[in-house]
């Protein structure tokens, strides 16, 4: 329950959603040429040529590159992940790091490049 002194619920949907939302618009601010038509779509599961959900030959797709589409899909990625601590600042890394891979794989380029700046030790 809920209610107008208690803070709004926070779904494991609305977690991943956030995070992804606010990580695409950090990548959209360091490459904003090169992601300005990219689209970032959240699916459940990866499906298959036959409409079905599927793996892809190596294993199930935590994200899939269609042209300018960017999908990840939240159920292998919180599923499959082997946190070794399972608390929000993991899972937020793990998140952002499916979408840094998916935005280095639609820029053809190696995800600690995407941010170089974002990794000197001062």
Do not use: Q
Not at 24 to 35: F, K, Q, T
Not at 47 to 62: H, I, L
Not at 86 to 106: G, I, K, P, T, W
């Amino acid at each position: 329950m809920t209610g107008p002194h208690l803070p709004m619920m926070n779904t494991r949907i609305d977690f991943f959603d956030t995070t992804v939302a606010s990580t695409a618009e950090y990548l959209r601010s360091i490459w904003p040429n090169e992601l300005a038509d990219a689209v970032f779509e959240i699916g459940a599961l990866p499906y298959g040529p036959n409409g079905k959900p599927g793996t892809a030959d190596s294993g199930v797709e935590r994200w899939r590159v269609l042209g300018d589409r960017i999908i990840l899909y939240r159920v292998p990625i919180e599923r499959l992940a082997h946190l070794h601590r399972n608390d929000e600042a993991h899972r937020r890394m793990l998140v952002e790091s499916c979408v840094f891979r998916a935005v280095a794989e639609y820029l053809g380029k190696d995800p600690w490049d995407l941010a170089p700046e974002g990794f000197r030790h001062f």
